[in-house]
């Protein structure tokens, strides 16, 4: 047993002196895939679900990786790229979509595959011993079949393009599908004034192709309609995908500069007294490239009044800086505060933002003083207590001593 065990160390130590020198096989043992398993779920027969995995591998030279699907669902799995082999290397890591379509006939239930990613014949180990050198990873792929449509998405990523006058304006879209049948959803475009309360425009877009279950899409449309120079809302909603947002966009004269700033928070301490002073600072950054002048404006309201109207001082904010625009509020009664407002720079606004103060009534002199007097009782009464204790004790031992 002893003669065993100094043979498999004596092994060991030769194997760890050979793998340095052994390129091939070191280089092998870093491949890379990101994903162990892949479910695929509710897939309708005749359907069509996509997921992808990703492939690495640590060396700078190009090395060949190739998959293929085996199993009970290899006959229903497709890649992209189809060729089935990509040249990866540590710069270049590569992602690989899978594609899952049963056939009409496939019964409902559960099946199982395999995809195996290999790298195929590294090299040979040159030598006396002489070797093929590859390594290879295997992904299970989970399939759920089943008869019941489902239609969900998501949209999201909004936007509208800035344009000069004349130009069309582009607006852009993610859908997401997260059901098991094609969706086609359609976008409502509501262009509002810069005050956002008259609207200018209504306009509508319909993808031109169907977005594939599971599929995820970044899509695009231009419009062309003419907007007088300034900035602009658009309040996009779809219906299908019960999502929606709202984006600003600038419609510029011919070579003008653009500004650009964010309203990045509004702080204030969440709790107070009344009749106590409580500054407030809206964070503003200027994302563009000119120096712009911003004040903060808003209203300070608590349940359906408004308490204040807040107006902050104006900066000059230069090109990538984030400077406070302070104020102060004093509250005169307690309750829950609503702060919101906008940053008002160059002719533009920003999204509106704000915070919560929390006001809580001040105690009084006359219960300062009560409380006070509360304190000097109870002291007073504890100090009694122990010199009570303490004579008790004394003339106890007093009264011992005699006894003796």
């Known amino acids: ?27 092998a043992a870093l491949l890379g895939v990101n994903r162990a398993e892949i479910s695929f779920n509710n897939v309708l027969r005749g359907g069509y679900a996509e997921n992808t995995f990703k492939v690495s591998i640590g060396t700078e030279q190009q090395v060949p990786v190739s998959y293929e699907a085996r199993g009970e669902t290899a006959d229903w ?17 590569k992602e690989i979509k899978v594609i899952v379509e049963p056939p009409l006939d496939a019964a409902v239930g559960d099946y199982r595959g395999t995809v195996l990613v290999s790298t195929g014949n590294l090299g040979n180990i040159t030598g006396r011993m002489g070797a093929n050198v590859m390594a290879a990873f295997e992904i299970t792929i989970k399939v759920n079949v089943n008869d019941t449509q489902i239609f969900s ?47 200018v425009k209504h306009l509508e877009y319909v993808p031109s192709s169907d977005i594939l279950p599971t599929a995820s899409e970044s899509l695009s449309a231009t419009f062309d309609i003419d907007l007088e120079p300034g900035q602009y809302w658009a309040r996009v909603r779809n219906e299908d995908c019960n999502s929606g947002g709202v984006v600003t966009f600038d419609v510029l004269h011919q070579g003008e500069i653009e500004d650009d700033g964010e309203l990045i928070r509004v702080e204030n301490d969440p709790w107070a007294s009344v009749d106590e002073i409580v500054p407030i600072q809206a964070k503003f950054k200027n994302k563009g490239s000119r120096v712009v002048t911003a004040y903060y404006k808003g209203i300070i309201s608590r349940g359906d009044e408004i308490v204040e109207i807040l ?43 704000g915070s919560i103060l929390n006001v809580m009534k001040n105690e009084s002199t006359s219960d300062r003083k ?33 006894r003796f």
């Open 1 to 27: 047993m002893k003669n065993s065990n100094k043979f498999l160390f004596i092994l060991g130590i030769l194997f760890l002196l050979i793998l340095p020198f052994n390129s091939d096989f070191s280089e």
């Open 77 to 93: 799995i497709r890649f992209e790229p189809s060729n089935q082999t990509v040249l990866v290397n540590e710069d270049s890591p």
């Open 153 to 199: 998405c998501d949209a999201g990523g909004f936007s509208i393009q800035s344009s000069e006058v004349n130009e069309p304006l582009v607006f852009s879209a993610n859908i997401l599908n997260k059901g098991n049948v094609r969706v086609r959803p359609t976008f409502t475009i509501d262009i509002l004034n810069q005050q956002q309360d008259i609207e």
């Open 311 to 353: 107006n902050s001082e104006e900066l000059e904010v230069g090109p990538g800086e984030v400077l406070p625009l302070e104020m102060y509020f004093t509250p005169n009664q307690e309750g829950q505060y609503k702060i919101k407002g906008r940053v008002y720079y160059n002719d533009k606004i920003t999204f509106e933002k």
């Open 370 to 402: 009560t409380t006070q007097l509360d304190i000097i009782t109870i002291m007073f009464t504890v100090l009694i207590i122990v010199i009570g204790l303490t004579l008790f004790f004394i003339l106890r031992k007093k009264t011992q001593k005699r």
